[in-house]
């Protein structure tokens, strides 16, 4: 399973949300897109949840912002669990099911969260953390704030890649 590089194209997808439409990242032609492989019951994915639905929050409607889960089969993030998560926590974003984990493999994502940044073109300007710390937002190094800015004004983030931090994918 190969991960994207910097400036790789996104792999599109069709996935299934809560409410039962479906998402891709075609959906979002000539915007920005970012995607975040995520789940219900990482510590670390509980930690960004809420700075993730903030990011997404502030570029509704100029950038696409697509959360997926891919731990397919894992006791704490069925469908179900992702409703309740979902509705209890007010996400903002479609919260997607990678049941077949395609398209996490696609991607090369191997933890929770992990982020893909994609600029207008859908090519790859970042990969990683969300930041550099999920227990403080207030003293975290942003990452993802920043590559959005940049996306949204045309130009490459200064900070491209960090190590994404997290739980691993539970894969089948």
Known sequence: MAALRLGDPAPDFSLPALDGTTHAVADHE??????VFSCCHCPYVVGWED????????VDGE???????????????SPDDMRHRAEEKGFVFPFLYDE?????????????????VFDAEHRLVYHGAPDSDH??????????????????AGTQPEVQETPPVGCTIKWR
């Open 30 to 35: 000539g915007r920005p897109v970012v995607v």
């Open 51 to 58: 700075r993730l639905n903030d990011a997404a929050r502030r």
């Open 100 to 116: 077949s984990q395609e398209t996490a493999r696609a991607y090369g994502a191997s933890r929770t969260p992990e982020v893909f």
């Open 63 to 77: 950038a696409g912002f697509l959360v997926i889960n891919a731990n397919a089969g894992y006791l704490g993030d």
């Open 135 to 152: 227990r403080d937002p207030a003293g975290a190094e942003p990452y993802l704030a920043p590559a959005l800015e940049a996306v949204l």
